[in-house]
Structure formats: C-alpha cells, structure tokens
Antibody, heavy 117, light 109 residues
Framework: EVQLVESGGGLVQPGGSLRLSCAAS????????MSWVRQAPGKGLEWVAN????????FYVDSVKGRFTISRDNAKNSLYLQMNSLRAEDTAVYYC??????????WGQGTLVTVSS | SYVLTQPPSVSVAPGQTARITCGGNNIGSKSVHWYQQKPGQAPVVVVYEDSDRPSGIPERFSGSNSGNTATLTISRVEAGDEADYYC????????????FGTGTKVTVL
C-alpha cells in the first residue's frame, strides 16, 4: 500500500523558514517523480514544485521560485520542501504527492503551514 | 497560463445523475483527470485519462472529454458522493505544470 506521510508544518512568522518532510513507503520511491501540492484554507489545489527521480531536474510555480527548494533522499525514501522568506499567502495545507506522467496518483494527508505574526 | 473552469456548485437528489463540467481551451487534446476531496481529507483519483477508473472506484463514476469541455458524470448519486471535485491536466507551457480546475462542490439534497 502506497503511503505518504508529511511532517514539519506549523506556525511561522512572515519572513521565516520551515522545512517540510515526506516519508514514502509501499512503492519504489526512486522510480517516480514527486511533487508538493498546496491548498489554501477554503481554496482550490495548487501545484507547487516537482522533482525528477534522481533529483537532477526540479520545477517550481513562479510564485515560489527563489524561495522554496524541493529535494529528495532516495536512500531514505524521503521528499523535502525547504521554504524560506515565507509570506502570508503561503498559508496552506501542503500535500506530498506521487506523480505518474500527467497524473497525481497518490497524496499524503497533508501538513498545515500557517504564516502569521 | 492554462485555465480550467468548473461550476462552483452542483446540487443533485439521491439516485439522480450529477454532471460536472471542466472547461479549457481545446481540452479535448489533453488527458483529463478527476479528483474527489471530502472535508479534511486528501484528494483521491476517481477518473484518470479522461474516462478510466482506478480500482475500487464505483462504475457510477465516468468521464468524457471533447472539444473545450471535459465532464465527470456521477450516476445514481449517493450521500457519500458529497464532496469537492477537481479536474486536472498537465500543461508544459504553463508555470503550473499540473493545472487544477477551480473545483465544484457537489451537494446531495
């Protein structure tokens, strides 16, 4: 059974930093692109970033470029999102997700990030 | 960037059919996926590649895609189908590679 478990969310002040982690199990982690998708309170889904199987290619939505960094450790079956210079508009539930070509086929339960003073 | 437009809400009586549309420029040329999200839960795939269903998803869920509109159809609606539904495509020309629709709240009367 595919499992994705996020951690690291919490309350942070504007301009602060946070590192999210995602522990994957139940599949060959190193064989899949992985993504982070977020959902602001009461809003829709927004793809944030993704990373190739070997970590050599990474892509970001324009609004987080230069502030967020996605990374992975295939030996630990783990995905990460380093978030710097956080803004109020980054407040959201962040989902770790496995992607298969054009489909987001499995999602974690999410971790809430709140940016507020 | 590529935009997918959904109606904000659809209401349907139990046992009837709900149809949720997803509009996008020439969406018929893309592969469309549909997700169901219940309150406090993560999204779940209910239809992928326009009309295929993952294992475990009831046959009551079906999809179609042509021209500028994709449609998710839920037949014989049950109370447990009440949820938010999102369509999604992949668009390499957009800064949002995985583009999600605006979402539709399905209410079972």
């Amino acid at each position: 059974e595919v499992q994705l478990v996020e951690s690291g969310g919490g309350l942070v002040q504007p301009g602060g930093s946070l590192r999210l982690s995602c522990a994957a199990s139940g599949f060959t982690f190193s064989s899949y692109w992985m993504s982070w998708v977020r959902q602001a309170p009461g809003k829709g889904l927004e793809w944030v970033a993704n990373i190739k199987q070997d970590g050599t290619e990474k892509f970001y939505v324009d609004s987080v470029k230069g502030r967020f960094t996605i990374s992975r450790d295939n030996a630990k079956n783990s995905l990460y999102l380093q978030m710097n210079s956080l803004r109020a508009e980054d407040t959201a539930v962040y989902y770790c997700a496995r992607t298969h070509i054009t489909l987001v086929d499995y999602w974690g339960q999410g971790t809430l990030v709140t940016v507020s003073s | 960037s590529y935009v997918l437009t959904q109606p904000p809400s659809v209401s349907v009586a139990p046992g009837q059919t709900a149809r949720i549309t997803c509009g996008g420029n020439n969406i018929g040329s893309k592969s469309v996926h549909w997700y169901q999200q219940k309150p406090g839960q993560a999204p779940v795939v209910v239809v992928y590649e326009d009309s295929d269903r993952p294992s475990g998803i009831p046959e009551r869920f079906s999809g179609s895609n042509s021209g500028n509109t994709a449609t998710l159809t839920i037949s014989r609606v049950e109370a447990g189908d009440e949820a938010d539904y999102y369509c999604q495509v992949w668009d390499s020309s957009s800064d949002h590679f995985y583009v999600f629709g605006t979402g539709t709240k399905v209410t079972v009367l």
